[in-house]
């Protein structure tokens, strides 16, 4: 017996978070599948909301789902590792051997297959069929193993005619019942419609892979591009430092020359002002002990006729007094140094953080933005309405996912981060890095939009209103059409009504974009800037609801 094969695609193997083949697979409640160190990963960025959902369906899970490992899918992957099997090619597809159905002992392989006999035969049977049926002009066609599917199920009349309304191949019979006033053409005519269809999709797709090759094209040049300029900044970071360092030390060179030759002219002239002083004090001794001496004379004559002579103080004759001050040299040499110190820490501090912000913001590769909403929703994130930021006319429910406006205040506590006068409120995640949200709405006007987490929050101004500031902007919603507001500038933005509005944040590539939700997503206004700070989801609401999907 033959032995089975299976045709296997290696992308069923494949987790949905990493791409690649299953490592330490685990299977979720929902039944979908991941790496164990994946679905972990992404489900502790949802430790702080406390509900936990699958990356594909979207379904929730309260409490943290507790995780053990697929060991028939474990072993399934290993398998597919060893074997190296690879995926499924349209060749492996519809390359069949079909065995003929008249042999008898050793089936041979059949050539051709007859849709009136609905069988298959070999050379040398099908000489003989026909010969027997040539007359009955028996429909031939390349072998198959699938005759049952070229006949009519209902009337067993072999399918050669094509059914435009009902998109299906019928027999003759098919014609005059169910599918009678059906616009139908012969299956060969069908043949070519689709085959010109195939022919413009495959034209889009060779379009398409001549666009996604020319953008691998340049973002392997801006890779190049990249690390090349990066290779140089890091030779010129390393040039100007050496430069700077090579610049200190001739700068302390010279003033360790100069503070020495400063001391060696001091002590030049403090030792020939101690030399003076030693004979000034031996000349003062030799005196002293002459007047000892004299002192101690008896003849009063000789004593007085000897002091007329004697200077009257011990300053006569000798030099100005000398006054030192050791404790206090070069301290203002210190003190100048010390300034100079935090002068110099000042301002490689203040450009240390300038040099940052400036890596920070040229360092940035092209990135690919999602062009479906499967790709979109690989950046999804779970937010949360701020009831502390949520003005009084704004009622949160389901969680604090959904926002109402109603002329019922609620008696929410006095909060410094509270709306006071304008119906808005914040969600509690600020968002850095790619994040992706949906928002449902229904009613009058919805504003939706990101704000920094400094906006006022007193008053009615501008500088508390969405759009209406340098901090803020928003996508307001109504029933008939679509406005963008940033700084107090409105700009039109055209497309029809939407009740599902999707964002998306690429905040190091400095984007913000909105789309119309449907079964695609269609780009209604994209905003280029340059985010410091992390960015809040925020709303607009007047008489109206919205929900975070």
Same mark, same amino acid.
């Given at each position: 017996?033959?032995?089975?094969?299976?045709?296997?695609?290696?992308?069923?193997?494949?987790?949905?978070?990493?791409?690649?083949?299953?490592?330490?697979?685990?299977?979720?409640?929902?039944?979908?599948?991941?790496?164990?160190?994946?679905?972990?990963?992404?489900?502790?960025?949802?430790?702080?909301?406390?509900?936990?959902?699958?990356?594909?369906?979207?379904?929730?899970?309260?409490?943290?789902?507790?995780?053990?490992?697929?060991?028939?899918?474990?072993?399934?992957?290993?398998?597919?590792?060893?074997?190296?099997?690879?995926?499924?090619?349209?060749?492996?597809?519809?390359?069949?051997?079909?065995?003929?159905?008249?042999?008898? !002992?050793?089936?041979?392989?059949?050539?051709?297959?007859?849709?009136?006999?609905?069988?298959?035969?070999?050379?040398?049977?099908?000489?003989?069929?026909?010969?027997?049926?040539?007359?009955?002009?028996?429909?031939?066609?390349?072998?198959?193993?699938?005759?049952?599917?070229?006949?009519?199920?209902?009337?067993?009349?072999?399918?050669?005619?094509?059914?435009?309304?009902?998109?299906?191949?019928?027999?003759?019979?098919?014609?005059?019942?169910?599918?009678?006033?059906?616009?139908?053409?012969?299956?060969?005519?069908?043949?070519?419609?689709?085959?010109?269809?195939?022919?413009?999709?495959?034209?889009?797709?060779?379009?398409?892979?001549?666009?996604?090759?020319?953008?691998?094209?340049?973002?392997?040049?801006?890779?190049?591009?990249?690390?090349?300029?990066?290779?140089?900044?890091?030779?010129?970071?390393?040039?100007?430092?050496?430069?700077?360092?090579?610049?200190?030390?001739?700068?302390?060179?010279?003033?360790?020359?100069?503070?020495?030759?400063?001391?060696?002219?001091?002590?030049?002239?403090?030792?020939?002002?101690?030399?003076?002083?030693?004979?000034?004090?031996?000349?003062?001794?030799?005196?002293?002990?002459?007047?000892?001496?004299?002192?101690?004379?008896?003849?009063?004559?000789?004593?007085?006729?000897?002091?007329? !002579?004697?200077?009257?103080?011990?300053?006569? !004759?000798?030099?100005?007094?000398?006054?030192?001050?050791?404790?206090?040299?070069?301290?203002?040499?210190?003190?100048?140094?010390?300034?100079?110190?935090?002068?110099?820490?000042?301002?490689?501090?203040?450009?240390?953080?300038?040099?940052?912000?400036?890596?920070?913001?040229?360092?940035?590769?092209?990135?690919?933005?999602?062009?479906?909403?499967?790709?979109?929703?690989?950046?999804?994130?779970?937010?949360?309405?701020?009831?502390?930021?949520?003005?009084?006319?704004?009622?949160?429910?389901?969680?604090?996912?959904?926002?109402?406006?109603?002329?019922?205040?609620?008696?929410?506590?006095?909060?410094?981060?509270?709306?006071?006068?304008?119906?808005?409120?914040?969600?509690?995640?600020?968002?850095?890095?790619?994040?992706?949200?949906?928002?449902?709405?229904?009613?009058?006007?919805?504003?939706?939009?990101?704000?920094?987490?400094?906006?006022?929050?007193?008053? !009615?101004?501008?500088?508390?209103?969405?759009?209406?500031?340098?901090?803020?902007?928003?996508?307001?919603?109504?029933?008939?059409?679509?406005?963008?507001?940033?700084?107090?500038?409105?700009?039109?933005?055209?497309?029809?009504?939407?009740?599902?509005?999707?964002?998306?944040?690429?905040?190091?590539?400095?984007?913000?974009?909105?789309?119309?939700?449907?079964?695609?997503?269609?780009?209604?206004?994209?905003?280029?800037?340059?985010?410091?700070?992390?960015?809040?989801?925020?709303?607009?609401?007047?008489?109206?609801?919205?929900?975070?999907?």
């Amino acid at each position: 017996m033959a032995e089975a094969r299976v045709a296997v695609d290696v992308n069923e193997f494949n987790c949905a978070i990493c791409l690649d083949l299953l490592k330490d697979p685990v299977a979720i409640p929902c039944g979908h599948s991941y790496c164990m160190s994946c679905i972990k990963s992404c489900w502790d960025q949802e430790d702080h909301a406390g509900v936990y959902s699958c990356p594909q369906c979207r379904q929730t899970f309260t409490p943290r789902p507790v995780l053990g490992r697929n060991t028939i899918l474990a072993e399934m992957v290993e398998k597919l590792k060893k074997t190296g099997l690879q995926a499924t090619t349209p060749a492996d597809q519809y390359a069949e051997e079909v065995e003929c159905d008249i042999c008898s !002992g050793t089936k041979h392989k059949a050539v051709k297959s007859c849709l009136v006999c609905l069988a298959s035969y070999c050379e040398t049977d099908l000489q003989l069929h026909n010969k027997l049926h040539h007359a009955k002009q028996h429909k031939l066609i390349d072998a198959t193993s699938h005759l049952k599917d070229k006949v009519c199920s209902h009337h067993d009349k072999p399918l050669e005619i094509y059914c435009r309304t009902d998109q299906q191949c019928i027999c003759y019979l098919c014609m005059t019942d169910e599918h009678r006033g059906h616009d139908t053409i012969s299956a060969a005519v069908g043949r070519t419609e689709k085959q010109n269809q195939m022919g413009e999709t495959q034209r889009e797709f060779q379009q398409t892979i001549q666009m996604r090759e020319k953008e691998l094209q340049e973002l392997r040049e801006a890779v190049g591009s990249f690390t090349s300029s990066a290779q140089s900044a890091v030779e010129d970071s390393e040039r100007i430092f050496t430069e700077m360092i090579r610049s200190i030390k001739r700068r302390r060179s010279e003033v360790t020359k100069l503070i020495r030759d400063q001391e060696k002219a001091a002590v030049s002239q403090a030792e020939g002002d101690m030399e003076r002083l030693k004979q000034e004090i031996d000349e003062l001794k030799r005196r002293h002990s002459e007047l000892e001496q004299l002192s101690h004379t008896e003849d009063h004559i000789h004593f007085l006729q000897m002091c007329q !002579g004697l200077p009257v103080t011990p300053d006569a !004759g000798f030099g100005p007094r000398i006054s030192a001050s050791p404790h206090y040299y070069f301290e203002n040499v210190k003190k100048v140094f010390s300034e100079l110190k935090d002068e110099l820490e000042n301002v490689c501090e203040n450009k240390t953080a300038e040099i940052h912000e400036t890596v920070a913001k040229d360092a940035v590769l092209p990135v690919s933005v999602p062009r479906t909403r499967a790709e979109f929703l690989h950046y999804s994130c779970r937010l949360t309405l701020d009831p502390n930021t949520a003005n009084r006319y704004l009622h949160l429910s389901e969680g604090n996912r959904v926002v109402t406006w109603k002329r019922e205040t609620e008696s929410y506590p006095d909060h410094q981060e509270r709306f006071d006068s304008l119906p808005q409120v914040l969600c509690t995640e600020g968002l850095t890095g790619r994040c992706y949200w949906e928002v449902e709405w229904s009613g009058n006007e919805v504003g939706i939009g990101v704000t920094y987490k400094g906006i006022s929050r007193k008053g !009615g101004g501008y500088d508390s209103r969405l759009g209406f500031n340098s901090m803020s902007c928003r996508l307001d919603c109504t029933t008939s059409n679509f406005s963008f507001r940033h700084n107090e500038k409105k700009s039109a933005v055209s497309g029809p009504p939407s009740p599902r509005i999707g964002v998306y944040l690429d905040h190091r590539a400095g984007t913000l974009s909105f789309y119309r939700v449907s079964d695609t997503v269609t780009l209604l206004h994209r905003v280029q800037a340059t985010f410091t700070e992390p960015l809040y989801p925020a709303f607009q609401i007047y008489k109206s609801t919205a929900k975070l999907c």
